[in-house]
């Protein structure tokens, strides 16, 4: 017998879940890309998405993932052999840093493990011993979605300034925007990378670079930029085909209009932010249950690095994909594989999972998901603390109460 038919639920963290909305909106007749609505309505797209980022700067929008957004923010500030500094966190800021050195960007990794967040001391006597700077941008992920850690991008670029250094901050808000919360202008960010397929709660195939005016001044001299990443005419050229270097990712900038439509005019960043962060609540209320006895733990120990977006779980190997496998067949709830934190051939690999609590995820889905992990620990007789459910719609309840009253 399976309980998995039925709406199902692919909770891991990117591709996320896409609203019908979007997905409607998206299954449209090709539009003309030279006259006409699509014109005007690709013009409101930038507005709105600035405001996601919490920015006046720019921001360039491309057809590709999140690897894209990695080598077109590269490419647009850098020349070969220029040095960088990648603050690593997880597997994402290793991708990044690989992704520099796959350009001939110098790039240097400051690494903090995978179960903790950066050490802002480290980052500070780094800066103050390039007493030449040579050190062109500081890099970090604001939430690396393989630990599930959250950075503190403010107090990085405190860090920066205190350190007396010129470097640019650059950040990967792939796994965060409209999720955790992101300020890029008060919190000094000059350049930021986003993909569709998370927070924005689109499918996979758009990414986005956010710059201001610092960053565009770095961009003049850079020797990496190609005709394509460019992000002067994506941000400049009055004409679709230019601003899309060709043709113009129709059906995706659809729905994204429409996911901006649900998260800056509907529910506003305010919103989008308190209903992660209450999800996120339920979940580690959850965690913090199961893991009173036996080996269930959350990666990151301190909530307060902890991301809203995504949380990633310890249990002893080969529980983790055991209980993984059961949840998704019995129930129709996808988990997120171990990223990073083991290498798939090694049986501590099987010691991981995640639980994502990112984009169009509500309550219920958050609830169920953490109900259907309580039935999996329980059918496979595994060690675990009680109440774990019961303590996540505390959470919820308590969270509901306390913005209404
Ligand atoms: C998902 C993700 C990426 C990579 O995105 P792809 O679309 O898979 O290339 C990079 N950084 C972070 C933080 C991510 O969450």
Not at 10 to 23: E, F, K, Q, T
Not at 37 to 58: C, F
Not at 111 to 121: L, Q
Not at 360 to 388: F, P, R, S, Y
């Amino acid at each position: 017998m399976s309980l998995s038919s039925g709406h199902s639920y692919l909770a891991i963290p990117g591709p996320s879940a896409v609203p019908d909305r979007v997905l409607n909106a998206m299954h449209r007749a090709s539009p003309n890309i030279y006259a006409g609505p699509l014109i005007d309505m690709v013009d409101t797209l930038y507005p709105d998405l600035k405001s996601v980022a919490r920015t006046t700067g720019d921001v360039a929008i491309y057809m590709g993932n999140g690897h894209a957004a990695w080598e077109a923010s590269l490419s647009n500030l850098f020349s070969r052999g220029d040095k960088i500094l990648v603050l690593a966190t997880g597997a994402f800021g290793l991708g990044w840093a690989e992704a520099a050195q796959g350009l001939g960007i110098n790039a240097e990794v400051m690494d903090f493990g995978k179960r903790d967040t950066i050490s802002m001391a480290r980052v500070h006597d780094r800066l103050s011993a390039d007493t030449a700077r040579e050190i062109k941008a500081v890099l970090a992920v604001h939430v690396d979605t393989a630990t599930s850690v959250r950075n503190d991008i403010r107090g990085l670029r405190a860090c920066i300034n205190a350190s007396g250094h010129p470097a640019l901050l650059m950040v990967d808000c792939i796994a965060s925007l409209a999720c955790d919360r992101f300020e890029m202008d008060a919190w000094g960010v000059d350049v930021a990378i986003v993909a569709s397929q998370k927070g924005l709660m689109m499918p996979p195939g758009l990414c986005f670079v956010y710059f201001n005016k610092k960053a565009d001044e770095v961009h003049k001299y850079a020797g990496l930029v190609s005709p394509y990443w460019n992000w002067t005419p994506r941000t400049r050229a009055p004409e679709l085909f230019r601003k899309f270097c060709g043709t113009a990712p129709t059906a995706h900038l659809l729905g994204l209009r429409e996911s901006l439509d649900m998260i800056v005019h509907e529910q506003g960043m305010a919103s989008v932010w308190a209903r992660h962060e209450t999800l996120a609540t339920a979940v580690w209320a959850a965690l913090d249950c199961w893991g009173t006895t036996g080996s269930i733990a959350m990666n990151i120990a301190d909530p307060a690095w902890r991301s809203c977006a995504v949380t990633t779980v310890a249990i002893n190997p080969p529980l983790g994909t055991r209980l993984r496998v059961w949840v998704e067949e019995h129930t129709g709830v996808t988990l997120g594989i171990s990223l990073g934190m083991a290498l798939a051939d090694d049986p501590a690999w099987h010691g991981f999972f995640r639980i994502a609590h990112m984009g169009h995820v509500n309550a219920h889905m958050t609830l169920g998901a953490l109900a259907c992990i309580d039935a999996g620990l329980k059918a496979l007789d595994i060690d675990h603390g009680q109440g774990a459910v019961e303590a996540a719609t505390k959470a919820i309840a308590a969270a509901v109460n306390a913005a209404n009253s």
